[in-house]
């Protein structure tokens, strides 16, 4: 379980650092 959240948790960051990248764009 706590890997999985930690899986969860690296892909939200990962998408989110692309997000905010292309909304600085």
């Given amino acids: ?3 999985t959240y ?3 948790s690296n ?3 990962f ?3 692309i ?3 292309c909304k600085i764009d």
Wanted: glycine residues 0%; positive net charge; proline residues 0%.
């Fill in 6 to 8: 930690k899986k969860h």
């Fill in 1 to 3: 379980m706590n890997k």
């Fill in 15 to 17: 998408i989110t650092d």
């Fill in 19 to 21: 997000y905010f990248s």
């Fill in 11 to 13: 892909l939200l960051l």
